[in-house]
């Protein structure tokens, strides 16, 4: 993720050869790993938590932090791209779907199995425009794609969570001493960066943007 956001920034600021970002299949193919490996650990997560029988309490604080964090980046993205502001990104796809998995996480595989056939199945099915707009196009029932820097609709992509939680609870039950086992202390960075993952997330852009910055001031002429 960050370096393909590193390789995002040096391209809007014309440091590299211009690349297309937006349909070049090796920069789409890229974001839609990314975005995936996202939601997959989200819903493996949600299976966890609700296996340790986490609170709602806390589940609230969280989720009340990362609608702050989606509010925070559409006002900065509004702020950088004025025409094509993020509206409903990954963050605000986020919050909506670990909600929806909250709740789910007590039911049955197969009932995650028939939610998840429905959000691949419905994209394919039909669109309307009533669904085009700033205010509805989160369903993902559009009839074309929104012109905006991020764009992850409820449709499909809650399936790609779906398929996270199940993965989860099949490992819980048939490979649980993966999810136990103790990790060799050369991946604890990792293990640290992950419990932060959302302030990584949130300043990982104005990091890299600032270090580009510095480089066009003292860079030689």
């Given at each position: ?12 600021h014309r440091l590299i050869p211009q ?203």
């Amino acid at each position: 993720m960050t370096g393909f956001h590193a390789a995002f920034d040096l391209n809007l600021h014309r440091l590299i050869p211009q690349q297309n970002f937006y349909e070049d299949p090796l920069w789409t193919l890229q974001r839609v790993g990314i975005l995936s490996l996202f939601l997959v650990c989200a819903g493996a997560g949600q299976v966890i938590a609700q296996v340790q029988q986490v609170p709602w309490a806390r589940f609230w604080r969280r989720w009340w932090l990362l609608v702050g964090a989606a509010a925070l980046v559409s006002l900065s993205s509004w702020w950088m791209f004025p025409r094509s502001w993020i509206s409903f990104g990954v963050l605000h796809a986020l919050a909506l779907m670990t909600l929806l998995a909250r709740g789910l996480a007590g039911r049955p595989p197969w009932v995650w199995a028939v939610l998840a056939t429905v959000c691949l199945l419905a994209p394919m099915l039909g669109s309307a425009p009533f669904f085009d707009s700033r205010w509805t196009n989160w369903v993902g029932l559009v009839t074309h794609k929104p012109v905006t820097e991020d764009y992850v609709p409820l449709l499909p992509w809650f399936a790609v969570l779906l398929a996270g939680m199940g993965g989860q609870r099949w490992l819980a039950l048939h490979r649980s001493e993966w999810s136990e086992a103790a990790l060799s202390p050369r991946w604890q960075p990792l293990v640290r960066l992950g419990r932060w993952s959302l302030p990584y997330y949130l300043l990982h852009q104005p990091v890299l943007l600032g270090l580009i910055l510095v480089w066009q001031q003292i860079r030689p002429a």
